[in-house]
């Protein structure tokens, strides 16, 4: 599910990317279907809005992964402003 996140992230092959995938599903695996329910109700939500909504859904969708992600590596998400 990170895979393609932790590529670009850290700048790893492919092979090591979907090993770390694994293990940090296999570390969180409930936050991880939550999250993989989330993603799927806003991109169906996007398509039977006559497809068009999927212009908006897949981006957020896409945003919400790499949330995920972070929230899960305790990684950097965006730093607070007053």
């Known amino acids: 599910m990170f895979s393609t996140v932790i590529i670009v992230d850290r700048n790893v092959p492919p092979i090591e990317a ?12 409930g936050q991880v279907i939550i999250a993989y329910l989330v993603i799927y109700a806003i991109t169906l939500v996007g ?6 909504g999927l212009i908006v859904a897949i981006p957020v969708s896409s945003l919400f992964l790499v949330f995920v992600y972070r929230k899960l590596t305790n990684g950097y998400v965006a730093p607070l402003t007053p």
């Open 47 to 52: 398509a039977l809005l006559c497809g068009i």
């Open 18 to 29: 979907i090993k770390q995938s694994i293990d940090i599903t296999k570390n969180n695996i």
